[in-house]
């Protein structure tokens, strides 16, 4: 059987480009989704993964997709992390309920999905764990403190468990994206897109499948990349 990867958030943006990126590789995928059942099922009969609809946030809901996926594709080789949100407010004017949400969404569930997976990888002694963070998680972002954090923590998350579990062959590494042309940033108006591909060196906005493709490099078993902050921002953040 094929390497097995697991990819949480897989419905839409650059999720769904790794879906079909590892897919087409030869992969055996699985992936997760909360809400996009028509995204998530298209995806699912275009690639032959297996689409598992969870909630991130539920310890329980993470135990019985994970359980699920290696039931029909065995071990989990790899673990992609990239369920996440986003919003844009002042500091002053996130509520509890947001910031719980965002926290429960960005961080807590990929520490769910870890936890999850990893006794198995650290007894076959071999596995891959990618945290999508953001550029914004290494230069914070005005107006998206919510989001700097949590993207930062993931970050932080990625560096201290890369040492714990190289040991046991393990490799955790991040991937900070820089502007992507996905749905989170579909909303900005005209001006503010023109705007940020202006700041960027390329003059463009990265796609998903340009994120994907690096995901793909960082899971191949000859790297020796070990805790690592690799950002595909086209020059935004040097």
Not at 12 to 32: P, Q
Not at 54 to 79: M, P, Q
Not at 218 to 223: C, F, I, N, W
């Amino acid at each position: 059987m094929s390497q097995h990867v697991f990819i949480t958030g897989g419905a839409r943006g650059i999720g769904a480009a790794m879906v079909r990126a590892f897919s087409a590789s030869g992969y055996c995928v699985s992936f997760t989704y909360l809400s996009s059942h028509d995204r998530a099922a298209a995806l699912a009969r275009e690639t032959g993964a297996l689409a598992l609809c969870a909630d991130g946030c539920d310890e329980g809901a993470v135990a019985a997709a994970v359980r699920t996926a290696t039931n029909k594709n065995g071990r989990v080789y790899a673990l992609l992390n990239c369920a996440g949100i986003s919003s844009f407010q002042l500091f002053q004017d996130v509520s509890t309920e947001l910031w719980e949400q965002t926290v429960n969404t960005n961080l807590r569930a990929a520490f769910f999905y870890i936890r999850a997976l990893l006794p198995e990888m650290i007894a076959a002694k071999s596995g891959v764990i990618l945290n999508v963070s953001s550029v914004w998680g290494m230069v914070g972002a005005s107006c998206e403190v919510l989001y700097s954090t949590t993207k930062a923590a993931l970050i932080g998350m990625t560096k201290a468990l890369a040492k714990e579990v190289a040991p046991s062959g393990i490799r955790v590494n991040c991937i900070a994206p820089g502007v992507i042309d996905t749905d989170m940033n579909a909303a900005l108006s005209p001006d503010a897109r023109a705007a940020l591909c202006e700041e960027t060196p390329l003059g463009r906005m990265g796609t998903p499948e340009e994120v994907a493709r690096l995901a793909l490099y960082l899971a191949r078993d000859d790297t020796f990349l070990v805790g690592q902050v690799l950002s595909p921002n086209g020059g935004f953040v040097v």
